[in-house]
Each structure stands twice: as structure tokens, then as C-alpha cells.
């Protein structure tokens, strides 16, 4: 057991200073997916195991993109963008002053409908802007990443609401299914999983949408509360600072501005 004053010591530090076996203490969480988070399963494999069993097959990949666009590598932080409609997990970086698309993959399931999830068991995919809180090198889906649903803004609309089971245990993970999750396959969810566990703790953003905001302004699907209006306002202020295909360049012509591609 360790003791409480270690964890909250251990909480704090950046994670580029922790020893591995801090960092294992952070990260190996081993929640079983769609359950309750007091029900831990016990460890299969530690998070160290995890990397070295993958990390050699997928790190020179990462390290080729990132050097391609001229960065370092491993990033300081990521910010995943998952679009319901679309199935794609976009991965970005910032770097520099702007932001860099890495890659996206194929989300092979993510039930529901479009609106975000309120109470539990209505196998909706969230929809809001996350954080990853958890690592579990033991997923029943592989490997799983898991998001700080519910946050803020979903525990004061729930309230608002009168709702108070919203559910939890959201989870980016392998495997081709899913009930409000985001599922991506094994050998993505691989690729991923080591490239965030190399981002310091606490820098990855998760940005999750019904569709591609950039393309098409969100709007609250019928039937559903006002306050949804507020939250898409959000996303789409949020999905703005990324945008793969083009940029604003406001060069001189006489016919508007000029939208010069991006990488």
C-alpha cells in the first residue's frame, strides 16, 4: 500500500521526472470497461511490458511522421479529435505557435446517436472536450485508454438537469466493438496506446464531436436540452484551432481572403 503522502508527492511531479516504477504506480490502471471503477481486475502485464512488447514495432513509425514535419519526438502533448459521424480519430500536436496533424484512424464502433451521453447505460458516446486520465495495459479490449468523463460541464448540466447517474468509464480502445465507446482495432489502438503513454502526464486533450464541425457548423439534434447549444458553441470553437486542410492566410487580393493548404 502506498502511502498517502507518496501518492499525492507522486501526483504532482512532471512525468518526464518520474523513475518507471512511478510512472507504472500513474498509469496502470486497470479499470474493467463499463463497470463501476471500484471493481479493479487484477494485473496481467505492467505498462513497462506493454512498451517494450510494442513499442519497437510502432516507435520508428511516430519517429519518421514527427521528424517529417519537423518535430520532436516524443511530443509534449497530443489533443485526439473523435468524430461520431465521421468514424476518424484525428491525432494532432502543438508545436511552435499552431497546431500539426499526425494521422487518424478508422473508429470501427461508437454506438449511439448524435447528442452526448447523459445517464448511464444509454450507450452514447460522450461528447464534450476530455482529458486522458488512465492508461489500462489490461483492457478485456487489449489496450484502452480512458477519458475524464464525466467532466465539469456534464456533472453541472446533469445537475441542471436532475440527472445523477451519468455513467463513466469511457475508454479509446482496441477490438472492432463497442457500447459508448470509442473502439479503433488492435493494431491502432497499439500505435496509440505507446505514443501517448510517451506524453507527460495530464497532456491529452480528447475532443469528441457528432461530426466534423469544421465542415459544417454543430447543431443541437431535436427533442434534445438548450443546453447543448452551449456545448457545441464549445466544440466548435475548439475543433477551429484544427483544421487539417486549410488555414487563413489573409494575403492581399481583391477577391477575400486566401486559404492556403496545411500538412
Known amino acids: 500500500m502506498i502511502p498517502r503522502l507518496l501518492q499525492l508527492v507522486l501526483a504532482i511531479l512532471p512525468f518526464s521526472l518520474l523513475t518507471p516504477a512511478a510512472a507504472e504506480f500513474l498509469y496502470q490502471t486497470d479499470w474493467p470497461e463499463q463497470a463501476p471503477r471500484t471493481e479493479v481486475a487484477a494485473s496481467v502485464r505492467t505498462m513497462s511490458q506493454v512498451l517494450a512488447n510494442f513499442g519497437p514495432a510502432v516507435e520508428p513509425?511516430?519517429?519518421?511522421?514527427?521528424?517529417?514535419?519537423?518535430?520532436?519526438?516524443?511530443?509534449?502533448?497530443?489533443?485526439?479529435?473523435?468524430?461520431?459521424?465521421?468514424?476518424?480519430?484525428?491525432?494532432?500536436?502543438?508545436?511552435?505557435?499552431?497546431?500539426?496533424?499526425?494521422?487518424?484512424?478508422?473508429?470501427?464502433?461508437?454506438?449511439?446517436?448524435?447528442?452526448?451521453?447523459?445517464?448511464?447505460?444509454?450507450?452514447?458516446?460522450?461528447?464534450?472536450?476530455?482529458?486522458?486520465?488512465?492508461?489500462?495495459?489490461?483492457?478485456?479490449?487489449?489496450?484502452?485508454?480512458?477519458?475524464?468523463?464525466?467532466?465539469?460541464?456534464?456533472?453541472?448540466?446533469g445537475a441542471l438537469d436532475g440527472r445523477e447517474d451519468l455513467g463513466d468509464n469511457i475508454f479509446i480502445h482496441g477490438s472492432d466493438y463497442s457500447e459508448g465507446c470509442l473502439a479503433i482495432g488492435d493494431p491502432a489502438i497499439e500505435r496509440l496506446f505507446v505514443l501517448a503513454a510517451r506524453v507527460p502526464r495530464g497532456r491529452i486533450e480528447v475532443i469528441i464531436a457528432p461530426h466534423d464541425g469544421r465542415r459544417q457548423p454543430l447543431e443541437r439534434p431535436l427533442g434534445l436540452p438548450e443546453w447543448i447549444d452551449e456545448l457545441y458553441a464549445k466544440l466548435d470553437l475548439a475543433l477551429a484551432e484544427f483544421d487539417r486542410y486549410y488555414s487563413p492566410s489573409l494575403l492581399a487580393s481583391d477577391g477575400g481572403d486566401i486559404f492556403t493548404a496545411s500538412p
Do not use: C
Not at 461528447?127 to 488512465?134: K, L, N, P, T, W
Open 61 to 157: 513509425g511516430w519517429q519518421q511522421r514527427f521528424s517529417e514535419l519537423g518535430l520532436s519526438y516524443p511530443p509534449t502533448n497530443l489533443t485526439l479529435i473523435g468524430l461520431k459521424e465521421e468514424r476518424r480519430l484525428e491525432v494532432w500536436t502543438r508545436a511552435g505557435g499552431r497546431t500539426h496533424f499526425i494521422e487518424d484512424f478508422e473508429i470501427f464502433d461508437a454506438s449511439g446517436l448524435p447528442g452526448p451521453k447523459r445517464r448511464r447505460g444509454d450507450h452514447q458516446v460522450p461528447e464534450g472536450i476530455y482529458r486522458v486520465d488512465a492508461f489500462n495495459p489490461n483492457s478485456r479490449f487489449h489496450l484502452s485508454m480512458r477519458i475524464n468523463y464525466p467532466n465539469y460541464f456534464d456533472r453541472r448540466m
